[in-house]
Structures are given as C-alpha cells and as structure tokens.
C-alpha cells in the first residue's frame, strides 16, 4: 500500500472525532459517544469555536462519561464490579468533563427553533403575529 493512501485515511479518522476504531456509531456505546461529543461541542459553541485541542478535551471526557455510565449500570444491574474502579472512573470523568468549563445552563450555539422557522419561513411567522 503507498504511504500516500496510509496517510489520508488516517486524517480521515483523525479529523472526525465521532469516529473511532473499533466502535460502531450504531451500536449503544458508539450513540451515546458521538451524543455526549456533539452536546459537549455545542455548549462550547459550535465546531467552528472549537480548537483541535479542546477536541481532544471532549472526545476524552466523553470516552470518560460513556465507560463511566456503562460501568455503573454494569453495577445496577447486579454484576460484581470493584466499587474503587467506579469510583476512580467517575472522578476522572468528572474532572474531564470540569475541564472543559462548560457553565451550568449555558446555551448551545445557534438560532433557537422560533429563530429559525422564522428565519426560514417569514410568511408563516408574519401570519402568527397578525
């Protein structure tokens, strides 16, 4: 295989941060992954605010939260788990999540739904204010 076509496709994974090796986005785990990536994205602004390094940031706390989030219902649903692994995986997802510094309550990025039916339908939104 040439070197060229090594590298374009590692870009490509690279670049789409949804993606990851191994993990089927139509999977359970792969859902809640690219969920907790796209909501986390969006409470920081957007795609377009987001460096690569926060990027990273977020793909990282949400990896965190997913495992964390299996492994406690792992232990509710009565599998024998070392409550100490749980407890350290909380924590490191909670301060992934931290370092974000996303604020409580903080709007995601972009118009809200009266904002853009309005925006795409002025008639309808003339004829409701009438």
Same mark, same amino acid.
């Given at each position: 295989m040439p070197l060229a076509a090594v590298s374009k496709g590692a870009s490509r994974i690279?670049? *789409?941060?949804t993606k990851l090796a191994g993990i089927d986005n139509r999977s359970t785990d792969g *859902? %809640? %992954?690219r969920d907790l990536i796209r909501c986390y994205v969006s409470a920081l602004g957007g795609p377009d605010?987001?460096?690569? $390094?926060?990027m990273n940031d977020v793909t990282r706390a949400a990896d965190l939260? $997913? =495992?964390a989030e299996k492994k406690r219902a792992e +232990? =509710? %649903?009565g599998v024998d788990i070392d409550l100490s692994d749980l407890i350290r995986l909380e +924590? $490191?997802?909670? %301060?992934?999540? *931290? *370092? =974000?510094a996303i604020k409580p309550g903080q709007k995601p990025a972009g118009p809200t =739904?009266?904002?853009y039916l309005a925006a795409r339908y002025p008639a309808a939104a003339e004829a409701d204010e009438a």
């Open positions: 690279t670049n *789409r941060p *859902r %809640r %992954r605010k987001i460096s690569p $390094a926060t939260v $997913a =495992l +232990g =509710l %649903r +924590g $490191a997802a909670d %301060r992934a999540v *931290r *370092r =974000l =739904l009266q904002e």
